[in-house]
């Protein structure tokens, strides 16, 4: 079993920055396409960006220019780099993997088996 551990969440004021850290456990095979999902009451999961093996990388729209993701293959970590930050950044940041590639899909959370416990980001105006 693989596990993912988020950190790195807290409260911000608008125009401030966070980087989220994720912690994988082990190596894993079957893991091609790693991302970043955000959560608010209500609403489902949405993808924020995603990161292939290769280092290839692609963002949601209302987050392209403002946020980064990153891995560290050395040290099983993914991050994500926020800056610009707006109060509808709000909400709870998950990491995700899964076998995926970039493609149209990389933003369905259901093409993710292994999640992390999420870690809350609050932004205020």
């Known amino acids: 079993q693989l596990q993912l551990v988020e950190s790195g969440g807290g409260s911000v004021q608008a125009g401030g920055s966070l980087r989220l850290s994720c912690v994988v456990s082990?190596?894993?095979?079957?893991?091609?396409?790693m991302g970043w999902f955000r959560q608010t009451p209500g609403k489902e999961r949405e993808g924020v960006a995603a990161i292939d093996r290769s280092g290839s990388t692609v963002y949601a729209d209302s987050v392209k220019g403002r946020l980064t993701i990153s891995q560290d293959n050395a040290k099983l970590t993914l991050y994500l780099q926020m800056s610009s930050l707006k109060p509808e950044d709000t909400a709870i940041y998950y990491c995700a993997a899964g076998p995926g590639i970039l493609g149209r899909d990389w933003s369905n959370h259901r093409m993710y088996p292994y999640w992390g416990q999420g870690t809350q980001v609050t932004v205020s105006s």
């Open positions: 082990r190596y894993f095979s079957g893991v091609f396409l």
